[in-house]
């Protein structure tokens, strides 16, 4: 039996190495089963036939909570030695603002670049005229929605999603396996977990919402790699969102 591969020692200003995570990865297993269980019960009061705007951002929002919640209640149970392995950061305005700007640079790499050429390419091999990332949001998101839809996609969901599958996931993955490895496992799940957003819908647009949040995903746990700190993380997620949540209300208004 070999020992697992030393992580490259990150350029933050913390030192999260020096803890090593206790989680494994089959335990996020447990972990997404807890939050969909959960999920479901207390979204109860937002089911309906016919959802209101108000309903659906009320539910995603209790989704997202919830799997957070599941991953620190999971942690702390478990394994309250280790989650400083999560990185925490000693000076976290210059790690927000350094993630920031690398999560404003996926955007136009991945949704500018990557993800219209993909699109094109899905165009030429399918009859379809038109090939577009799947709306993710409901429509009428105006006032109060808005609001709630800027909760839901600039703190709720780049927190709690990295706390799932970077430092949950790709956290326990590296402790045990390459980087490569590591970001492409968590990464390709990140960009599935999004899949349920594009049904009822085009196969297309399926295919190039889960392919480009794929390597969203990667390019996440790059961040997470180089800065050691699951802040950074949250911070370019939030970012990556913020562009796309502009864009999202420009069109839906």
């Given at each position: 039996?070999?020992?697992?591969?030393?992580?490259?020692?990150?350029?933050?200003?913390?030192?999260?190495?020096?803890?090593?995570?206790?989680?494994?990865?089959?335990?996020?297993?447990?972990?997404?089963?807890?939050?969909?269980?959960?999920?479901?019960?207390?979204?109860?009061?937002?089911?309906?036939?016919?959802?209101?705007?108000?309903?659906?951002?009320?539910?995603?929002?209790?989704?997202?909570?919830?799997?957070?919640?599941?991953?620190?209640?999971?942690?702390?149970?478990?394994?309250?030695?280790?989650?400083?392995?999560?990185?925490?950061?000693?000076?976290?305005?210059?790690?927000?603002?350094?993630?920031?700007?690398?999560?404003?640079?996926?955007?136009?790499?991945?949704?500018?670049?990557?993800?219209?050429?993909?699109?094109?390419?899905?165009?030429?091999?399918?009859?379809?005229?038109?090939?577009?990332?799947?709306?993710?949001?409901?429509?009428?998101?105006?006032?109060?929605?808005?609001?709630?839809?800027?909760?839901?996609?600039?703190?709720?969901?780049?927190?709690?999603?990295?706390?799932?599958?970077?430092?949950?996931?790709?956290?326990?993955?590296?402790?045990?396996?390459?980087?490569?490895?590591?970001?492409?496992?968590?990464?390709v799940l990140f960009g599935l977990a999004h899949l349920q957003e594009a049904?009822?819908?085009?196969?297309?647009?399926?295919?190039?919402?889960?392919?480009?949040?794929?390597?969203?995903?990667?390019?996440?746990?790059?961040?997470?790699?180089?800065?050691?700190?699951?802040?950074?993380?949250?911070?370019?997620?939030?970012?990556?969102?913020?562009f796309g949540f502009l864009v999202l209300l420009r069109v839906i208004g």
């Open positions: 039996m070999t020992d697992a591969p030393t992580p490259a020692a990150p350029i933050g200003d913390d030192v999260p190495e020096r803890v090593r995570p206790t989680w494994r990865p089959w335990e996020a297993l447990f972990v997404f089963a807890i939050a969909i269980v959960v999920g479901n019960l207390l979204s109860t009061p937002f089911v309906s036939r016919h959802p209101t705007t108000a309903q659906q951002l009320g539910a995603g929002l209790v989704g997202e909570i919830s799997l957070g919640a599941a991953v620190l209640g999971w942690l702390y149970v478990g394994h309250r030695a280790s989650m400083a392995a999560l990185g925490v950061p000693r000076r976290p305005v210059r790690e927000i603002a350094t993630a920031l700007v690398a999560g404003l640079a996926m955007y136009a790499l991945f949704v500018f670049g990557f993800g219209w050429i993909l699109a094109r390419i899905l165009e030429a091999i399918s009859s379809a005229r038109h090939v577009g990332v799947p709306r993710q949001l409901p429509n009428h998101i105006v006032g109060a929605n808005a609001l709630a839809a800027g909760v839901l996609v600039l703190i709720a969901a780049p927190v709690c999603e990295e706390l799932f599958f970077r430092g949950f996931i790709f956290k326990s993955l590296r402790n045990r396996l390459g980087f490569a490895a590591s970001a492409a496992i968590s990464a049904i009822p819908g085009p196969w297309q647009g399926a295919v190039l919402l889960v392919t480009v949040l794929a390597f969203v995903g990667f390019g996440l746990a790059f961040v997470y790699e180089r800065r050691g700190t699951i802040v950074a993380a949250m911070a370019a997620h939030g970012a990556f969102n913020l």
